[in-house]
C-alpha cells in the first residue's frame, strides 16, 4: 500500500492514464477509493517520478491565500461561512495515517 510520508504539489501534474506506460503497464488510472495496494516496484516508480518533478507548494499555497484573502474582502468569507482560510493544520485533521 502506497502511504505519503510527506505531501507537496508538483508542476506539471500527471494524469493517471498517461501514467500507465511510465508504470510498465500497471493501470493505476483505473477507478479505486480512498487507498489502493501497489505493486514496490510502482511506488518506487511514482516516488521517483515525484521526486524529479518541480517542487510548487509554496507557489500554489500562496495562489490559494492571494483567492482567499479576495474572497474574504469581496463577500465577508474565506468559504462559505468561514472568515478563516484552510491550513496545513485543517488538512492533518483529514489525513488519517494508520501505522
Same mark, same amino acid.
Given at each position: 500500500m502506497l502511504a505519503a510520508k510527506e505531501r507537496r504539489f508538483v508542476v506539471?501534474?500527471?494524469?493517471? &492514464?498517461?501514467?500507465?506506460?511510465?508504470?510498465?503497464?500497471?493501470?493505476?488510472?483505473?477507478f479505486f477509493r480512498i487507498w489502493k495496494y501497489l505493486p514496490e516496484e510502482t511506488s518506487n516508480r511514482l516516488l521517483s517520478l515525484l521526486n524529479d518533478t518541480p517542487d510548487k507548494t509554496t507557489e500554489y499555497i500562496?495562489?490559494? &491565500?492571494r483567492l482567499e484573502k479576495l474572497a474574504l474582502?469581496?463577500?465577508?468569507?474565506?468559504y462559505r461561512g468561514i472568515s478563516k482560510g484552510f491550513d496545513w493544520e485543517d488538512a492533518s485533521r483529514l489525513i488519517y495515517v494508520s501505522g
Open positions: 506539471p501534474g500527471f494524469p493517471l &492514464k498517461e501514467l500507465v506506460p511510465y508504470l510498465h503497464g500497471y493501470r493505476i488510472d483505473k500562496s495562489e490559494i &491565500k474582502e469581496k463577500y465577508g468569507c474565506v
